[in-house]
């Protein structure tokens, strides 16, 4: 069993900033690539940021020069370093990460979410 749990999200005024986390746990040999997902309401799920196991990354147009993604590869875990927040990242958030089993299964997990909400 693998679980992705996510935190970190709430309620920030435009221009501040949030640090979001996911944990990965359960029966893990590696993971692969991690990243970042975002829904904002009425709209589809669209790519935030991404991190390969050698830390080269890739940030939504949107994102880029705001949001800053990190991996801790020992305690497999992803933090999404979200600065200069406006109305428009309101959205859930969701880990995404290419995991690895003990037993040689490779398959994509998500996690459920947290909700960032960005207001004045």
């Known amino acids: 069993q693998v679980q992705l749990v996510e935190s970190g999200g709430g309620l920030v005024r435009p221009g501040g900033s949030l640090r979001l986390s996911c944990a990965a746990t359960g029966s893990i040999f590696t993971i692969y690539d991690m990243g970042w997902y975002r829904q904002a309401p009425g709209k589809q799920r669209e790519l935030v940021a991404t991190?390969?196991?050698?830390?080269?990354?890739n940030y939504a147009d949107s994102v880029k020069g705001r949001f800053t993604i990190s991996r801790n590869i020992a305690e497999n875990t992803v933090d999404l370093q979200m600065n200069s927040l406006n109305l428009e990242d309101t959205a859930v958030y969701y880990c995404?990460?290419?995991?690895?089993?003990?037993?040689?299964?490779?398959?994509?997990?998500w996690g459920k979410g947290t909700k960032v909400t960005v207001s004045s």
């Open positions: 991190i390969t196991s050698g830390g080269s990354t």
């Open positions: 995404n990460e290419d995991i690895v089993r003990w037993y040689g299964r490779q398959e994509w997990f």
